[in-house]
């Protein structure tokens, strides 16, 4: 079994910067992708950004130049650092993985519990 906990969020005005972490824990042999999901108020949960195992990265239009995602292999960790935020940031930001562990040679996707981001004055 794999555990993903994020950590970082809270409330921070518009036109401010928070980092976002995510660890992942337990028999893990290896992570493929990994990413950052969020869910607005009252809304869907949609894709903010993802990285490969190789550092390749994606990002939803709505977010591109201001967020940034990178990972730490050695610490099965991603991290999610958002510059520029506006009031429409605000949600509950899940990070996700797939993940393989020693037990088993599937990957599994994994999510995390959430972590709730308000951007507000």
């Known amino acids: 079994q794999v ?25 893990i042999f290896s992570i493929n992708a990994m990413g950052w999901y969020r869910q607005p108020p009252e809304k869907q949960r949609e ?16 977010v591109k130049g201001r967020f940034t995602i990178s990972r730490d292999n050695a610490k099965n960790t991603v991290y999610l650092q958002m510059n520029s935020l506006k009031p429409e940031d605000t949600a509950v930001y899940y990070c996700d993985a797939d993940a393989r562990t020693y037990r088993s040679s599937t990957y599994y996707h994994y999510w995390g519990k959430g972590t709730l981001v308000t951007v507000s004055s």
Do not use: F, K, R
């Not at 894709?47 to 709505?62: E, F």
């Open 47 to 62: 894709l903010v950004a993802s990285i490969t195992s190789g550092g390749s990265t994606y990002y939803a239009d709505s």
């Open 3 to 27: 555990q993903l906990v994020e950590s970082g969020g809270g409330l921070v005005q518009p036109g401010g910067s928070l980092g976002l972490s995510c660890a992942a824990s337990g028999s």
